[in-house]
């Protein structure tokens, strides 16, 4: 069936460094994608979301960019730091007759070293 | 005030046990969900109710039965517990995931032995 997937399960990177976390999904008639950050032991918790008719969308110290021709999203964090490390997860709603579900991908893990 | 809370947050049980998870929002959304996240991360959807109407039912062994006796609340019991049921368990709640995304509760590790 149709998923989304992660080129990249864990990243590291230093402080004050910029990240960028990938992700590839393969339904087409996805229209409206989130990236969740999830802490150890909490619940996954919203960061950003942009939809189809966008290619960019920025937020504090993140910015979600959308390709639609590679079906490609990637989440970028600005000068991250230690509290920035979590699993962070792309998650898709198709619409249709998938509407109210979200497809999440496999997550990546981020970690920040001060 | 906590927008989505679980409860318990840990439950360890023997196999062939019966137990219940429970769940309730204070968002005022009409849609609620449950999640089963696995020992690598992964995310899948279980059930979905809309204003106490199931809405989604992925392929769940039948022993997951899901009750939500109003729109705030959405429980999951189980029964005959396995050894590969254990995981976490997310409750999330949205009123239009296709605009606004879900909230999550922070989650419940059961852990089957």
């Known amino acids: 069936g149709e998923s989304v997937g992660l080129h990249l399960p864990t990243l590291s990177v230093q402080e004050g460094d910029n990240s960028i976390i990938n992700c590839a999904y393969s339904?087409?008639?996805?229209?409206?994608f989130i990236w969740y950050k999830q802490e150890s032991g909490k619940g996954p918790q919203f960061i950003i979301d942009i939809r189809s008719n966008m290619d960019k969308r920025q937020g504090q110290r993140v910015t979600v960019l959308l390709n639609k021709t590679v079906k490609h999203l990637s989440l970028q964090i600005a000068a991250t730091q230690p509290g920035d490390s979590a699993v962070y997860f792309c998650a898709e709603n198709a619409g249709g007759t998938s509407y109210g579900k979200l497809t999440f991908g496999q997550g990546t893990i981020l970690t920040v070293h001060p | 005030d906590t927008a989505v809370s679980q409860t318990p947050k840990y439950l360890v049980t023997q196999m062939g046990n019966d137990k219940s998870i429970k769940c309730e929002q204070n968002?005022?959304?009409?849609?609620m969900y449950w999640y089963k996240q696995d020992s690598k991360k992964f995310l899948k959807i279980m059930f979905s109710y809309n204003n106490k109407e199931l809405i989604i039912n992925e392929t769940v062994p039948n022993r997951f039965s899901p009750k939500s006796p109003d729109k705030a609340h959405l429980n999951l019991h189980i029964n005959s517990l396995e050894l590969g049921d254990s995981a976490v368990y997310f409750c999330a709640s949205s009123q239009n995931p296709g605009i606004y995304g879900y909230t999550f509760g922070s989650g419940t590790r059961l852990t089957v032995v």
């Open positions: 968002l005022g959304h009409d849609t």
């Open positions: 339904n087409s008639a996805s229209d409206y």
